[in-house]
T-cell receptor, first 110, second 116 residues
Framework: SQQGEEDPQALSIQEGENATMNCSYKTSINNLQWYRQNSGRGLVHLILIRSNEREKHSGRLRVTLDTSKKSSSLLITASRAADTASYFCATLRAGQNFVFGPGTRLSVLP | GAVVSQHPSWVICKSGTSVKIECRSLDFQATTMFWYRQFPKQSLMLMATSNEGSKATYEQGVEKDKFLINHASLTLSTLTVTSAHPEDSSFYIC????????????FGPGTRLTVT
């Protein structure tokens, strides 16, 4: 079943600005992952954060996880036009399938 | 990470025909494979879960007679869209999981199906 909601559903920013996307989920999880998808293409794995972690960094990406609020955020710093894509959070419980949020469509304007 | 491939990457077929999509795990044994569908501007929705050697488990609302899933080996699962209709046009993505780590799944690149 689908769980999780991304906020905002669409975001438009200028190059160089930071982009923040939020994700909420409903059940307990083992880990939460963020994916990027360019239009018409497959998923690109960005970052995984485990349920016992609160924050993780990877390059210009910063992910936070608040299990008490069942929410996560993805921050992209110093955005570039190439960051234009849809971003999905996906939660995973051991032995089960990924459950995806509806996604945030990010547009970075040059 | 592990590699999962899908074939074909895109396919166009006529209404009423059947289309088979393959999902292969290239460097690990996938005891479980998942099939997702994604309509334009929407998120991924799980269609079915297949375990090697057993019948697939379908999500509510997914017609098992229309979307035939076969997971005959530890490296291959196939999804056959039978009697395709234009509303079946979508992006189909598989993911695969081994039995050593239940927390890791790997996605294929997806297959774009267009039914005319």
């Amino acid at each position: 079943s689908q769980q999780g909601e991304e906020d905002p559903q669409a975001l438009s920013i200028q190059e160089g600005e930071n982009a923040t996307m939020n994700c909420s989920y409903k059940t307990s999880i083992n880990n939460l992952q963020w994916y990027r998808q360019n239009s018409g293409r497959g998923l690109v794995h960005l970052i995984l954060i485990r349920s016992n972690e609160r924050e993780k960094h990877s390059g210009r990406l910063r992910v936070t996880l608040d299990t008490s609020k069942k929410s996560s955020s993805l921050l992209i710093t110093a955005s570039r036009a190439a960051d234009t894509a849809s971003y999905f959070c996906a939660t995973l419980r051991a032995g089960q399938n990924f459950v995806f949020g509806p996604g945030t469509r990010l547009s970075v304007l040059p | 990470g592990a590699v999962v491939s899908q074939h074909p990457s895109w396919v166009i077929c006529k209404s009423g025909t059947s289309v088979k999509i393959e999902c292969r795990s290239l460097d690990f044994q996938a005891t479980t494979m998942f099939w997702y569908r994604q309509f334009p501007k929407q998120s991924l929705m799980l269609m079915a879960t297949s375990n090697e050697g057993s019948k697939a488990t379908y999500e509510q609302g997914v017609e098992k007679d229309k979307f035939l899933i076969n997971h005959a080996s530890l490296t291959l699962s196939t999804l056959t869209v039978t009697s395709a209709h234009p509303e079946d046009s979508s992006f189909y993505i598989c993911s695969a999981r081994g039995d050593r780590n239940l927390y890791e799944q790997y996605f294929g690149p997806g297959t774009r199906l267009t039914v005319t």
